[in-house]
């Protein structure tokens, strides 16, 4: 396996995946707390609307971002801004495999099919680059933009965890998906 000790830089034909920058604090106060975004990660939000991020929750999500030192970890740009993070975690060597997540914060990117462009190039990157073997996720079980995304880009359910975490006033559900480096990774 070849882990760079650095986040490289990786392009495709819309998107730059990039070590996260100064500016970067600035994009993410612009673009909020939006209550979906929230609770598809998991989180429990106490508006029903987007909420405005002060400058000192941006710089403490830069901060937090910019010293992380997981060197697979990526900010999205599109168009010349800021609009999410990617990246790959729980890396188990000895194993060739880790874990995938992304988020799309700017709702404005939805339905462009960035998602799905993200996620292929991570995988690329991920099997031809580092050399993996097997890349997982878990996604909640009612997010259907982004497990219809997953299997678009060659991930196969492989399990559930029944009600695994309470959120939106519900118990809700992990997908367990995966896919190995034989694996089609074509557009489906």
Same mark, same amino acid.
């Given at each position: 396996?070849?882990? #760079?000790?650095?986040?490289?830089?990786?392009?495709?034909?819309?998107?730059?995946?990039?070590?996260?920058?100064?500016?970067? /604090?600035?994009?993410?106060?612009?673009?909020?707390?939006? #209550?979906?975004?929230?609770?598809?990660?998991?989180?429990? #939000?106490?508006?029903?609307?987007?909420?405005?991020?002060? !400058?000192?929750?941006?710089?403490?999500? &830069?901060?937090?971002?910019?010293?992380? /030192?997981?060197?697979?970890?990526?900010?999205?740009?599109?168009?010349?801004?800021?609009?999410?993070?990617?990246?790959?975690?729980?890396?188990?060597?000895?194993?060739?495999?880790?874990?995938? =997540?992304?988020?799309?914060?700017?709702?404005?990117?939805?339905?462009?099919?960035?998602? =799905? !462009?993200?996620?292929?190039?991570?995988?690329? &990157?991920?099997?031809? !680059?580092?050399?993996?073997?097997?890349?997982?996720?878990?996604?909640?079980?009612?997010?259907?933009? /982004?497990?219809?995304? &997953?299997?678009?880009?060659?991930?196969?359910?492989?399990?559930?965890?029944?009600?695994?975490? &309470?959120?939106?006033? =519900?118990?809700?559900?992990?997908?367990?998906?995966?896919?190995?480096?034989?694996? #089609?990774?074509?557009?489906?």
């Amino acid at each position: 396996m070849q882990v #760079p000790t650095q986040t490289p830089v990786l392009r495709t034909t819309r998107l730059v995946l990039r070590p996260f920058q100064p500016g970067d /604090a600035e994009g993410r106060r612009v673009l909020g707390r939006d #209550p979906e975004i929230m609770e598809m990660f998991g989180g429990r #939000p106490e508006f029903g609307e987007p909420v405005s991020m002060s !400058e000192a929750e941006a710089l403490k999500w &830069y901060d937090h971002a910019a010293s992380d /030192a997981n060197p697979l970890l990526w900010a999205i740009e599109h168009a010349g801004r800021f609009v999410g993070t990617t990246r790959l975690h729980s890396l188990r060597e000895g194993d060739q495999k880790a874990q995938f =997540a992304i988020g799309l914060l700017d709702r404005g990117t939805w339905g462009l099919g960035l998602g =799905a !462009e993200v996620t292929r190039e991570v995988l690329r &990157y991920g099997f031809d !680059e580092v050399g993996l073997h097997r890349i997982g996720l878990k996604v909640f079980a009612h997010n259907h933009r /982004a497990i219809r995304c &997953y299997e678009r880009c060659g991930f196969v359910e492989e399990g559930r965890e029944r009600e695994a975490a &309470y959120v939106g006033g =519900a118990w809700r559900d992990d997908v367990i998906m995966g896919i190995l480096r034989s694996d #089609p990774r074509e557009p489906r």
